[in-house]
C-alpha cells in the first residue's frame, strides 16, 4: 500500500518556540492531507485539511494561527504549532489521500509525531 | 452530531482466543463504516470496511458486519495471534465527496499473549 511518513517521530521543546512536523507521501502524490490531533485515551480528532496549492481547511475550534499548514507540493505537508505551550503537547497524526481515492474512504496514514512542550 | 462509541480497553486475550471489539455510531443517513489497525511504532492502516447496511466487510481472519438496526459494526476474530497486538479504531465517514472526513472512535488496546 500507500507509504506516508512524517518526521520527526518524537520532539520536545521549550515553551514560546514553534515546532514544525512534516507529513510526506512517500509513492504517491497527494492532492489533499489531513492533520489530526489525539489526546491520551481519545479518538483522533481532526484538526485541519490541507489541499495542495490552496489554504487549509480548519475544523470548528481549530485555530489557525496557531497551526499553521502549508501544503506547497503534492508530496509534502508541514503542521506549524507556533509559541507552542505545555497544552500543545500530544499526538499529531496526518494521513493522505490518493487523487481519485474521495470516494472510496480509504486514507493512508503517517506514523504520527509526538510532541512534548515543557 | 456524528460519533463513535468503542469498548476501552486494553483487551488482554490467550493466542487462538476468540475477540470481539464493540464498536457503536451515531450518525445520520447512511454512513460508511471502517476498522483501522495501528501496530506498534507504525501508522493507522485499514483493516476493513462497510459501505450499507448489512455489508460484511473482512481481511486478514477479522470480519465486521454493519448492523443498521443496532447502530454496530463490532469486530471479530475467531482466533486472535500473538502478531494481532495493536490498537484497534472504529471509524465512520458520512457522505462522499471531497471532504472524506473520518471520524474516530477513541481506540481500544488488543495484547495477545502466547
Known amino acids: 500500500g500507500a507509504v506516508v511518513s512524517q518526521h520527526p517521530s518524537w520532539v520536545i521543546c521549550k515553551s514560546g518556540t514553534s515546532v514544525k512536523i512534516e507529513c510526506r507521501s512517500l509513492d504517491f502524490q497527494a492532492t489533499t492531507m489531513f492533520w489530526y490531533r489525539q489526546f491520551p485515551k481519545q479518538s483522533l480528532m481532526l484538526m485541519a485539511t490541507s489541499n495542495e496549492g490552496s489554504k487549509a481547511t480548519y475544523e470548528q475550534g481549530v485555530e489557525k494561527d496557531k497551526f499553521l499548514i502549508n501544503h506547497a507540493s503534492l508530496t509534502l505537508s508541514t503542521l506549524t504549532v507556533t509559541s507552542a505551550h505545555p497544552e500543545d503537547s500530544s499526538f499529531y497524526i496526518c494521513?493522505?489521500?490518493?487523487?481519485?481515492?474521495?470516494?472510496?474512504?480509504?486514507?493512508?496514514f503517517g506514523e504520527g509525531s509526538r510532541l512534548t512542550v515543557l | 452530531g456524528n460519533s463513535v462509541t468503542q469498548m476501552e480497553g486494553p483487551v488482554t486475550l490467550s493466542e487462538e482466543a476468540f475477540l470481539t471489539i464493540n464498536c457503536t455510531y451515531t450518525a445520520t443517513g447512511y454512513p460508511s463504516l471502517f476498522w483501522y489497525v495501528q501496530y506498534p511504532g507504525e501508522g493507522l492502516q485499514l483493516l476493513l470496511k462497510?459501505?450499507?447496511?448489512?455489508d460484511k466487510g473482512s481481511n486478514k481472519g477479522f470480519e465486521a458486519t454493519y448492523r443498521k438496526e443496532t447502530t454496530s459494526f463490532h469486530l471479530e476474530k475467531g482466533s486472535v495471534q500473538v502478531s494481532d497486538s495493536a490498537v484497534y479504531f472504529c471509524a465512520l465517514r458520512r457522505g462522499g465527496g471531497a471532504t472524506n472526513k473520518l471520524i474516530f472512535g477513541t481506540g481500544t488496546l488488543l495484547a495477545v499473549q502466547p
Open positions: 462497510a459501505t450499507k447496511a448489512d
Open positions: 494521513s493522505a489521500r490518493e487523487p481519485g481515492g474521495a470516494n472510496t474512504g480509504e486514507l493512508f
